[in-house]
């Protein structure tokens, strides 16, 4: 359908819109309109994907003297292949109506693991192989190598993209990592490099948060992005984490045993060039000298990874002269990585300000501030004058250089933690130094500052009016938007207390507790025998979990579970979890019925959907808080209430309110879906928790729901299962629409149109 909004033509691939698709709209223009950055919530299953790229797009089409530039970021690959799948819909629907001005260039940009159709490389197990593996081909000095030797060996899909130099085009259309993969063959060009280049002019690019907040990548890939572009990060309730640990460092013994082999092997290849060519040794000291940093005029292939500090922190001067010899430089980093290993060597937790740190560094290995902000840069240029080709081995030196720069960099915002064991198995000695970042909004402000308009967005982003002190921005629109619902399909519960009226919780006290396991257990019993299909059981952790499990298969509760419905248990091993997604969702496909055990914080409950038959309700088992002892979350919690005056029990709450929304949030995926939540804890009826819940589910959380035994919210879930087993009308009656047609928008004009948004 096609319609105006103000001067904007809207051109929206189906034949129905929802009244919050176009509030969202409406919301999203005025952003657009203010060149400015907003925060909108709208429900799980509304479509919110596809208005964003009608509404942006279709804005584009109608400025075309000042043409804006879209980058979508996404948090996993699957939901980028999504994205782009619905912006080729919109596409070919805009091609039909406008014709040929209204080709774009559309790309997915991920790693080299995905794009690579180079088979030897891409055959290597993890992504850090495979860049080296490339690394090994495509180098400019292997290739210098290959032309006077034919016996080494070239990525043949790179060589001919390089010969067919500026003719390596892709034609205009939006192409999916898969179509990416698939041109580049049928060319014979490498799609993971053409799509690196093709960036800088498309007018849509989906990629991961990543390529916008880390500075280590977006240095090499986002630095070309043009001022006017919108940038939206989609499911960003997280937002805040990605910033964070974006900046954060982690080193373990395991690093400081493979950056002293880095070492050797470094002190080794320098040896070895002394001997056959020290002139390269000596041009790369002479360059130091001058000044010169090795970064633009760089080869693309040769580009490793960004400075981890932001743009601005980056100093613009020489290379100190203590580290400008390579040997000079390799003392340096013995004599950190000696001291760092000192550090570890400590019974008690101690924590430290950066500045103390970098204080402490100076006076027992004799390295200043300035030299520690320069490690980073110094081994990136000595990795290319020694032709290092391998990365994935040096991966370790690299993480010990990317402490010393933001160690040396930040004074503010940060501190050092040494841990000497995890609290939660103290017997087994793990000492960590972490660089831990607080601020969510150090990594975040380029990106504020840089671009026209930024869109955070998602369908849990409540209470909305703590993320701009957490990101320390000022949204010009700031709206949370409901769900218009032709009948109440969801039906949210609030358990506070077993059939024996014992209350239950996760609380600390209270979770090893027999009555409150088996009461769970009975909650658990009593639903699998009157739900179809599936079930999801979310847990607060995983030690919860296997506790929990343990004790309802001791005392055969889970045995009466599994005469009902099939049991599927998450686990931290990837590939064992989807196997276990996968036979869960062919049992609710066969009629069987399967419970799934999930835990809170884990990959399930971030991004895999339980619509339809495969969730008919979700059970949040306790109030799903981190943990709050950690001491890294201690230091961030003090420093959110001294910077941005954020209380420790507010962040605390809306932390774990976030994440029981996102595993709940999971069981309804459309408007013809339907589904129940139950909080199976205590404390989800006490207000202030309760409150920060996202709106859409709670103007669908009635005051009878809220003090539930496990008796009553069977009658309520037997009820509710016979009431959505009625046909009712899809299009809503004529006082409550839920679905609007192109008449119906038409007739409602402007005025009575924005009425009814509202």
């Not at 503010?412 to 000497?420: A, C, K, Y």
């Amino acid at each position: 359908m096609k319609f105006q909004i103000e001067d904007v033509t809207v051109y929206f691939p189906y034949d129905h819109i929802y009244p919050e698709q176009y509030s969202y709209m409406i919301e999203l223009k005025r952003t657009l309109d203010a060149k400015g950055h907003c925060l909108l919530e709208m429900p799980t299953g509304t479509g919110k994907t596809i208005a964003l790229l009608s509404l942006i797009t279709s804005y584009s089409l109608s400025k075309p003297q000042s043409p804006m530039k879209l980058i979508y970021c996404t948090r996993t690959v699957h939901e980028m292949e999504k994205t782009l799948a619905e912006l080729k819909i919109l596409h070919n629907y805009q091609i039909k109506h406008l014709g040929p001005q209204a080709r774009i260039l559309a790309i997915g940009l991920s790693s080299r693991k995905n794009l690579c159709v180079n088979p030897t490389v891409v055959a290597a197990e993890n992504r850090d192989s495979v860049d080296a593996g490339c690394r090994k081909l495509t180098a400019s000095w292997v290739r210098a190598l290959a032309e006077e030797n034919t016996d080494v060996t070239t990525c043949e899909f790179f060589e001919s993209y390089e010969k067919a130099a500026s003719a390596a085009v892709l034609p205009p259309g939006v192409y999916t990592l898969q179509e990416l993969r698939a041109f580049g063959k049928e060319k014979g060009w490498c799609p993971y490099f053409l799509a690196r280049h093709m960036v800088q002019f498309a007018n849509v690019v989906v990629y991961s948060y990543q390529y916008l907040l880390d500075p280590k990548v977006a240095g090499i890939i986002s630095k070309e992005m043009q001022k006017e572009s919108v940038v939206v990060f989609d499911e960003a309730h997280n937002i805040d984490n990605v910033c964070i640990e974006a900046l954060s460092v982690s080193v373990r013994r395991q690093t400081l045993e493979g950056a002293t082999r880095n070492l050797s092997r470094i002190s080794q290849e320098i040896d070895r060039f002394k001997a056959t060519d020290t002139s390269i040794l000596r041009a790369e000291y002479n360059r130091l000298v001058e000044g010169l940093v090795p970064g633009g005029n760089l080869p693309i292939t040769d580009n490793w990874l960004s400075n981890p500090a932001l743009p601005d922190d980056i100093l613009k001067e020489a290379v100190p002269g203590n580290i400008r010899r390579a040997e000079h430089f390799l003392h340096v980093l013995r004599r950190l990585v000696q001291y760092l290993s000192g550090r570890l060597d400590t019974e008690n937790v101690e924590e430290e300000s950066p500045v103390g740190f970098v204080a402490s560094i100076s006076s027992h290995a004799g390295i200043d501030q300035k030299t520690l902000k320069f490690c980073y840069d110094r081994l990136h240029s000595l990795m290319l004058t020694l032709e290092i080709t391998d990365t994935d081995e040096f991966l370790h030196i690299q993480t010990i250089c990317d402490f010393a720069t933001l160690v040396g960099t930040y004074g503010r915002g940060f501190s050092t933690i040494i841990e000497p064991f995890d609290e939660r198995v103290p017997h087994i000695p793990d000492p960590v130094l972490q660089l831990s970042c607080h601020d969510a909004s150090l990594a975040i402000k380029p990106v504020f500052d840089r671009f026209q308009s930024v869109v955070i967005t998602s369908g849990t982003l409540s209470p909305i009016d703590l993320y701009p002190r957490l990101l320390n921005f000022h949204p010009v629109v700031s709206r949370s938007f409901t769900m218009s619902l032709t009948r109440d399909c969801i039906c949210p519960m609030v358990l506070t207390r077993g059939s024996d009226q014992l209350p239950v919780s996760t609380k600390f006290d209270m979770r090893s507790d027999p009555g409150v396991v088996r009461n769970y257990g009975k909650l658990l019993l009593e639903m699998v025998s009157v739900v179809p299909d599936g079930i999801v059981c979310f847990f607060v952790s995983y030690s919860y979990m296997d506790g929990i499990i343990n004790t309802w298969n001791d005392s055969g509760i889970l045995k009466e579970i599994m005469q009902h419905k099939l049991v599927f248990i998450e686990t931290q091993e990837v590939v064992e979890t989807t196997l276990a997604l996968d036979n869960y969702r062919r049992a609710c496909d066969c009629g069987r019925g399967a419970v799934f055990f999930s835990v809170a914080r884990g990959k399930v409950a971030k991004g895999i959907d339980f619509d339809r038959h495969y969730g008919r309700l979700v059970i949040m088992i306790g109030v799903p808080f981190q943990y709050t002892l950690s001491k890294i979350l201690l230091a961030r919690l003090e420093y959110l209430r001294d910077t941005f005056q954020i209380k420790e029990g507010d962040f605390l709450t809306f932390d774990a309110l976030r994440q029981a929304a996102q595993c709940v949030g999971r069981v309804i995926r459309s408007k013809a879906d339907y589904g129940m939540m139950i909080f199976a804890d205590k404390r989800y009826s006490r207000h202030d928790k309760r409150s920060k819940l996202p709106s859409w589910i709670l103007s669908h959380l009635q005051d009878a729901n809220l003090n539930l035994s496990t008796d009553m919210a069977l009658h309520i879930a037997r009820e509710f299962l016979k009431k959505m087993a009625q046909p009712y009308d899809k299009t809503g009656s004529s006082d409550k629409k839920t679905l609007l047609s192109q008449e119906e928008m038409e007739k409602l004009g402007d005025g009575s149109m924005h009425e009814m948004s509202y």
